[in-house]
C-alpha cells in the first residue's frame, strides 16, 4: 500500500534534547519491525542490533546537531490529539565518511554523508522515506552547500537507492566487533549539482 504523502506537510531539523529518549524508542520500534521481516531464504533481512544505537550516543549525537528528525509540520497539534510527540523518520549526518568503509573513494570536501535512516514502523512500506523524507534530506543537503550526498547500506537496499537516482560506488566493509565478522555494505552517492 503506498499513501499519497506531501514533503510540503513534514519539515526536517535537528533534534532535541529532550525528545533523546522518544528517538531510542524511535529506533526500537523499527528495529522490532525490520527484524521480523525475512528474506526468500528465512533468514533475517536486517542485521539483528538488539541496542544498535544506546541512549547516550542518541544524546551526544543530538548535541552536536547531526541528528535530524522529520516530523509534520503540525507536530503540536499532533501532540495536543495523541498526548505525545511522533517521529516519522531520522537521520544522522555527517561531513566525514567512514575510512574503514570509503578508503577507495574520493569525496568532494563538501559532501553531506548520512546514516540510521530509520522510517516509523507504521510508515514502512507506504512510500514515506521515498516521497517526503529523502527529498527533505536533498534539500537540507542543498541548503547547507554540499555538492553530493552519501550513505552506505546493507546489500538488500541496493535497489532502494538507485532508485532514488543514487549511483551506486561499489561494495565496502567494515568489521564488527559485536558481532567479531566484517559486515559488507553497499556505497552510494547522489550528484546534488545536475
Known sequence: MIDIFKPSDFRLRPAEQTEAGLIRAH?????ERNNSLRAADGTLRYIDWV?????ERVRVTVGQERLLVVEPE?????TR?????????????DT????????DVELPANALGFGKFAVRAALL???????????????????TEASLLYCDA???LDSYYISLGFE????????SSHYQKFVTVNRYTLDLDS
Open 27 to 31: 529506533y526500537d520500534d523499527v528495529i
Open 51 to 55: 541496542y544498535p544505537f544506546p541512549l
Open 74 to 78: 503540525v507536530q503540536r497539534e499532533r
Open 81 to 93: 490529539i495523541l498526548g505525545r510527540g511522533a517521529i516519522d523518520a531520522t537521520f544522522i549526518t
Open 96 to 103: 566525514q565518511p567512514d575510512p574503514e568503509i570509503w578508503h
Open 125 to 143: 512500506g507506504r512510500g514515506f522515506g521515498r516521497t517526503v523524507a529523502i527529498p527533505l534530506l536533498v534539500a537540507h543537503a542543498r541548503e
Open 154 to 156: 546493507l546489500p538488500h
Open 168 to 175: 551506486a560506488r561499489g561494495p565496502g566493509g567494515f568489521y
